[in-house]
């Protein structure tokens, strides 16, 4: 079984990168949707998206921005870590079959509130930009390792 460890607040460092990919399954699209309740019909109706300026169906944007999420969860800070807020703009849509990649960097710490900022970017594999911000978070001030969690499948 695969660990988790994170990286607690007393060493993180200006600087300090982590990065997460992952490829849009049609799965993907149709469990956020359910998850979500979001059915706008660009994300699952096929005529309907190709009649807008992106001519296929498209991700939710928070399907991409919920990536971010999982990389500081798991990656950096990681486990233990709280996630407080998040500035986001959306700047490319994501299509099924991408494959996008958050970089995650630590940007600001701050000593007395506990907390750091992230810059996080969100890059599909034409090494562009399709989300891009900031997130502040509260890595957790102990050393965490964990067993990663195991999902079960779900085929639709």
Not at 47 to 72: D, E, Q, V, Y
Not at 126 to 152: C, F, R, W
Request: proline fraction near 4%.
């Amino acid at each position: 079984m695969k660990k988790l460890k994170n990286i607690p607040f007393d060493q993180l460092q200006v600087g300090d990168c982590d990065s997460l990919t992952r490829t849009l399954s049609e799965q993907d699209l149709i469990l956020f949707a359910k998850v979500s309740g979001d059915t706008n019909p660009v994300h699952l109706d096929e005529n309907f998206a190709s009649s807008t300026m992106f001519k296929t169906r498209i991700a939710h944007g928070m399907w991409t921005a919920s990536l971010i999420s999982c990389a500081l969860a798991t990656k950096l800070p990681g486990p233990g870590g709280i996630y407080l807020g998040q500035e986001l703009k959306f700047t490319r849509p994501v299509k099924i079959g991408d494959t996008v990649t958050v970089q995650l960097k630590i940007i600001e710490i701050d000593q007395e509130k506990k907390r750091a900022t992230v810059s996080t970017e969100v890059i599909n594999q034409n090494k562009k930009i399709v989300v891009k911000g900031k997130a502040e978070i509260m890595p957790a001030t102990e050393s965490i390792t964990v067993d990663e969690y195991t999902l079960p499948e779900i085929n639709l």
